[in-house]
């Protein structure tokens, strides 16, 4: 089911991270009113009579109360909002804030975790513990809501192994789904100045895909839905980046990358895969089916083994 985003730039948000600019990054500056959101769903509703509607940007079980039923009834009204969707942060997670969303029928909640590691969510600013956050995501499943959690790699003080690490302890959480960012330097942000002063150096767009593919094996090899890598900044917002892998295409440039490692690592000699995906293989030889096949082994089987792979040489301190 297609989403009608809807942004609620740092509404609910009572602290600022290191690498956030949302007005840069999505170029919408005040909160919609309701008659704006109204006007969206029309518009979207010309084309689809089914969405899934999304609350995306600030944080918004970080809203009061009021503020979170307002929005919720009033877009319950409209016939072609078949469901929704809200984003937040682990610190705005709690019993009684998620039976509100229960009460609107909110199947989906997006977790910017970004992190499982403390140093990494220190030098970030994001004012919770790895344990806080896993705190979260455990009861956010088990008050029977779709789990996403949002990942970033290449964040201050981060690690391979990190990343690695907080890939697996995502999966130990019960996410449904993830979404992957390599983090991108925004003009004027705290970590664009730290970048100037020489406290943080960025990733080169290899190193992303390289770390990104590997998470893709861990993740889909275990069963986690990866469902965006990379952030969608618009054309005209592109100048405000300043440093950080950018790619509109990154999220096929990686799962080309996660098809190499899966190729160099069980050399199949039958390769079957669904036609809209055969952009991920470099090799001719590759067959057109309803699903993916390498061999005897299905997609998540092949992914699963290059994975294990990755997290024994983690694990090993041989990365």
């Not at 979404?179 to 190193?207: C, K, N, W």
């Not at 991920?280 to 083994?305: H, I, N, P």
Request: charged share 30%.
């Amino acid at each position: 089911m297609k989403i009608i985003p809807v942004f609620l730039p740092y509404a609910g948000c009572r602290k600022r991270c290191v690498f956030c600019d949302q007005v840069k990054a999505t170029g919408q500056v005040k909160v919609p009113s309701l008659d704006d959101i109204a006007q969206l769903i029309e518009e979207y509703s010309k084309t689809s009579k089914e969405y899934e509607l999304g609350f995306y940007g600030g944080t918004f079980t970080g809203l009061s109360e009021q503020k979170m039923e307002e929005y919720l009834s009033f877009v319950r009204r409209f016939s072609v909002v078949k469901s929704i969707r809200i984003s937040t942060r682990p610190d705005e997670v709690t019993v009684e804030k998620l039976e509100i969303l229960k009460k609107y029928d909110v199947e989906t909640i997006e977790v910017g975790v970004q992190s499982f590691s403390d140093e990494v969510l220190e030098a970030s600013k994001r004012g919770y513990t790895p344990d806080e956050a896993e705190k979260a995501c455990k009861l956010i499943k088990k008050m029977g809501f779709r789990l996403s959690v949002h990942l970033m790699v290449g964040l201050p003080k981060s690690s391979r192994e990190g990343e690695i690490l907080s890939a697996l302890r995502t999966i130990e959480c019960g996410a449904d789904l993830v979404r992957i960012h390599p983090t991108l330097v925004f003009e004027g942000t705290e970590l664009h100045r730290m970048m100037e002063a020489s406290q943080y150096s960025p990733l080169d767009l290899e190193e992303a895909i390289d770390i990104c593919s590997d998470l893709v094996c861990i993740l889909e090899g275990w069963g986690v839905r990866v469902i965006r890598i990379g952030y969608h900044v618009p054309v005209e917002l592109r100048r405000y980046v300043v440093a950080g892998p950018l790619d509109p295409a990154l999220g096929d440039r990686v799962r080309r990358a996660v098809m190499k490692k899966v190729m160099r690592k069980l050399n199949p000699t039958n390769v079957v895969a669904p036609k809209n995906y055969l952009v991920w293989f470099e090799s001719e030889k590759v067959k057109v089916g309803d699903e993916f096949l390498f061999d005897e082994l299905t997609y998540a089987d092949a992914l699963f083994l290059v994975g294990k792979e990755v997290i024994e040489r983690c694990l090993n301190g041989s990365l």
